[in-house]
């Protein structure tokens, strides 16, 4: 622990970028073609789960933040709570469009931040069965919508470019159906982040308990989904409905994204227990500690390459490779700065405009 913050949090986060790093470079570099199958198939493990570690962990941020208001019941306290939350969520909304509207970075996940938390505000009080019994009602209601409504529509056929995002009907669509991260039903994953919050992560014996719990259940599930594919043949229909693949988000993919992304945590947070006073521990968590700005890094790191190479081809060695090199700037320069400063610049930008 370093100033009560649970610095374990501060560990995942910090991979979980480097997981969304090597995602996203994947996406824009690999243009759909395998060249090395094992590589391939080793970035392809962090599709889905990075994200969900990070909204997961945006959650339970949010309710670390809001937490002595919650034990409080001070209303003022409270009502001033959701004000700077809001005005962080339309600061996160504002950026996210930015990104991709002025930059082209059609994969951007901080609009989406800004819808999660502008209605997270309706439940940061509730009682946690009651936040956990929304979280289930969420992934039922983006099941509906799967079952229902086209899921490819507004996609193009490699599933890389969305049609009429910026009309009214294909952003609400995109935002609350098909888009990368859809609200229906990723905003569970923000609730039980939310609902995470509220267990004691000092008590190194609950967490052990809880991080054994969501490995059992994550390798259930998986268990669960490759048997019904198998059991039907892998059909087209039957992957759309089990796979726990993020496009399209099935249950069986919430559910173990979310046991995954705690059993990840629960790990950092285990470690930190040990590491807290290394060296090395200390790095990573310093990236973790700007995982805004670092975004944004990785992010501006794509648009350059994009606009130098011409989205040229490059293998998955390569998208490995940059992957950690950024990675390791981000951590370099982290610690540098944070060793000079309270706040990373995007962190102190937020907080600033947001008060």
Not at 312 to 321: M, R
């Amino acid at each position: 622990m370093k100033n009560n913050r649970i610095i374990g949090f501060d560990f995942a986060r910090a991979f979980a970028i480097l997981g969304m790093m090597l995602v996203n470079y994947k996406i824009v570099f690999n243009q759909s073609i395998v060249k090395y199958n094992i590589l391939n198939q080793f970035i392809s493990l962090f599709e889905g789960r990075a994200a969900a570690v990070f909204v997961i962990l945006a959650g339970v941020g949010i309710g670390l933040m809001t937490k002595k208001s919650y034990v409080s019941q001070d209303r003022i306290e409270r009502k001033k709570m959701k004000i700077t939350l809001l005005k962080r969520a339309i600061f996160l909304f504002v950026l996210g469009i930015i990104l991709y509207s002025v930059f082209g970075w059609t994969a951007d996940i901080l609009h989406f931040y800004g819808v999660y938390i502008a209605v997270l505000v309706l439940f940061i009080y509730l009682k946690t069965k009651t936040i956990v019994t929304f979280g289930f009602l969420t992934i039922v209601i983006g099941t509906i919508m799967q079952l229902t409504f086209d899921y490819s529509q507004g996609w193009d056929l490699a599933f890389n470019n969305y049609e009429g995002l910026f009309t009214l009907s294909g952003f609400i669509r995109n935002t609350f159906f098909n888009g990368y991260h859809p609200f229906f039903p990723w905003f569970a994953f923000i609730l039980f982040g939310l609902a995470l919050s509220r267990l004691d992560f000092k008590d190194e014996k609950k967490v052990k308990e809880l991080t054994i719990g969501a490995l059992g259940i994550a390798i259930f599930i998986e268990m669960i989904s490759i048997g019904l594919q198998n059991n039907f043949g892998y059909t087209e229909l039957a992957i759309y409905l089990f796979d726990t693949k993020p496009m399209n988000p099935t249950a069986l993919y919430i559910i173990s994204a979310t046991a995954w992304a705690i059993f990840f945590i629960g790990m950092c947070v285990i470690l930190s227990h040990r590491k807290s006073k290394d060296k090395t521990f200390e790095v990573v968590v310093n990236g973790g500690q700007m995982a805004l700005t670092h975004y944004l890094i990785h992010v501006l790191v794509l648009i350059v390459m994009i606009f130098v190479d011409q989205l040229a081809y490059h293998d998955e060695v390569f998208v490995i490779a940059i992957s950690f090199i950024v990675f390791l700037f981000m951590l370099l320069s982290s610690h540098i700065w944070l060793s000079k400063f309270k706040r990373g610049p995007v962190e102190y930008l937020m907080r600033k405009v947001t008060k």
